[in-house]
């Protein structure tokens, strides 16, 4: 089978070093793919977005399935486009249909969704500039800090929690009517804060049966002791230390299931990944987002976990037989550090050359924004290379990543030295 991978970071690295693992896989091709991908599959100068081009590139080579890494062309109805097409309706496009991804791409989609379908999670009301003085007031009624959240897409930056209630009034005003976030806050969720333990939990399913991936907790921001501002991932660990038999079974029935079954009832279709983001307080389990896709950079510490064939898991989501395949997990630890650019996650430079990577040989190399130029490897984004290594627990898995990290080399490389402290 021949299978086309959308996107370029270490998340779709991951998913290509699963695939080709594969006896089921005959050509794999990456679009746009980097330098890491290009070592295992066929990178194609694609835009994601441009579904037109996508649709000749799929007939012209083959394609029976396209996995779709970010949400962006999820959004924007690339199942749809598919489905609506007779001469690409038979391609198994791994992803939710336009309205199931607004799961991701409306937060107050994702609240209503929740709240109809008895999916914990924290209180909340929705604003927009002609209900200003009312989310002011009640900002009022809540107790700080205060979570402000842009209704749509805005690249992991439009989330603000903020301590007194005066600033978050003027956030409030900043986003509604001073487009702060540009369209995406138009409407401003605002919700109780809570006060726990995040960790998330990855479900793949066909529409009508689901398995759960292993867990893992990712560190967003660029500091250490998670300092400083946001970035789309820095390092990850799977399996949560934490989350054991008794939690695993509370977040399946009191989450998982009356998601999947959400979908069902409400004709949302989808046949792809759901990232669930919780938070967990006094041992019970709240949703704070639903993704519509895997983690970056959780795919790189779940994907190299997962021991049995994804190719088949996925074909089998086509007819919807995914209940019939047997996902085994590897019982050892993974975990990742990210290696980014100086600057980064404001503003970097790229074309820095990259040392080292051969030198590594007990790691797993992802390549997150890279480019082949000649024969060399240089910088192409904020986050470069992701380390994976197993370990016994996630400790010894981190005192191998660090080891090799320390191999690497291109200039300003930044890394955080802390991933897993907290656990
Ligand atoms: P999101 O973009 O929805 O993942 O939110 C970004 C981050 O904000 C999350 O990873 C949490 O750390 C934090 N966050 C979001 N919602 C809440 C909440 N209701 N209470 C506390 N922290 C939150
Ligand atoms: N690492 C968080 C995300 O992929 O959204």
């Known amino acids: 089978m021949n299978v086309l991978i959308l996107g370029s970071g270490g998340r779709e690295h991951a998913f290509a070093y699963s695939l080709s693992k594969s006896p089921l896989l005959t050509n794999l091709f990456v679009a746009p793919g980097n330098a890491g991908t290009s070592n295992i599959a066929t990178n194609v100068a694609l835009n994601i977005t441009d579904f037109e081009a996508v649709k000749v590139f799929v007939l012209e080579n083959d394609i029976a399935m396209v996995l779709v890494g970010p949400e962006a062309p999820l959004v924007a109805g690339i199942y749809d486009f598919f489905i609506e097409d007779e001469q690409l309706v038979h391609v198994n496009v791994i992803g939710p249909s336009k309205q199931a991804a607004m799961l991701e791409g409306s937060k107050e989609f994702a609240k209503e969704f929740m709240e109809r379908n008895k999916v914990p999670t924290a209180a909340y009301q929705s604003f927009t500039a002609s209900s200003l003085k009312e989310g002011m007031s009640f900002i009022d009624s809540l107790k700080p800090p205060y979570v402000l959240k842009a209704d749509g897409l805005a690249g992991g930056k439009g989330v603000l929690i903020i301590p007194n209630a005066d600033e978050a009034k003027q956030s409030l005003e900043e986003m509604l009517v001073g487009g702060k976030f540009g369209a995406a806050s138009n ?214 990543s660090y080891h090799n990290t320390a191999k690497l080399h291109y200039d300003r490389m930044y890394y955080r030295k802390d991933i897993g402290f907290d656990l």
């Not at 989808?270 to 983001?277: E, N, P, R």
């Not at 970056?296 to 995914?322: C, G, M, Y």
């Not at 209940?323 to 630890?333: F, G, H, L």
């Not at 797993?364 to 370990?391: C, E, K, P």
């Open 187 to 400: 409407k401003v969720v605002i919700e109780e804060f809570l006060d726990g333990i995040e960790m998330s939990v990855f479900v793949m399913t066909d529409g009508k049966s689901y398995k759960i991936l292993p867990t893992a907790k990712d560190y967003k921001r660029i500091g250490e002791g998670d300092t400083g501002l946001n970035t789309g991932g820095m390092g990850a660990v799977s399996p949560v230390p934490f989350a054991g038999e008794e939690l695993m079974k509370k977040i399946e029935q009191q989450v998982i299931i009356p998601t999947i079954e959400g979908f069902k009832k409400e004709e949302l279709v989808y046949k792809g990944f759901v990232f669930i983001g919780l938070m967990i307080v006094n041992n019970e389990p709240l949703v704070i987002e639903y993704n519509v896709r895997m983690g970056d950079p959780e795919t790189e510490v779940v994907l190299p976990r997962l021991s049995s064939d994804l190719l088949a898991h996925l074909h089998a989501f086509k007819n919807e037989q995914l209940d019939k395949e047997v996902v085994t997990i590897d019982a050892r630890a993974a975990v990742t550090v990210m290696c980014v650019s100086g600057g980064y996650p404001e503003a970097y430079e790229n074309g820095m050359v990259i040392t080292g990577i051969e030198e590594v040989t007990d790691s797993i190399i992802f390549h997150a924004g890279t480019i082949r130029q000649d024969d060399r490897i240089v910088t192409n984004g904020g986050r470069v290379l992701t380390v994976t290594s197993y370990g016994a627990n996630f400790n010894e898995a981190l005192k191998k």
